[in-house]
């Protein structure tokens, strides 16, 4: 069942941002920071805010930058 606090923090969105160079990545974080559709050193993309993609910045982390948009 979904309530209304559900569907506010659904509708959170993030900005992530790919700072730092991507040579030293493993081929994985590569395929990670694809699905992302981060392509280039200050790519920004918009994602909404769910535990996949929580997950997929856990995976690089050190490699972006993320804020909050409202």
Not at 9 to 19: D, F, G, V
Not at 24 to 46: C, E, F, I, M, S
């Amino acid at each position: 069942m979904v309530t209304k606090n559900d569907k506010n923090e659904a509708s959170k969105k993030l900005s992530i941002k790919l700072t730092r160079g991507v040579c030293a990545a493993d081929t994985r974080q590569l395929k990670v920071l694809h699905a992302l559709g981060l392509k280039r050193t200050n790519n920004v993309v918009n994602h909404s805010d769910s535990p996949i993609i929580l997950g997929m910045i856990n995976k690089v982390r050190h490699l972006v930058t993320v804020t909050e948009n409202k």
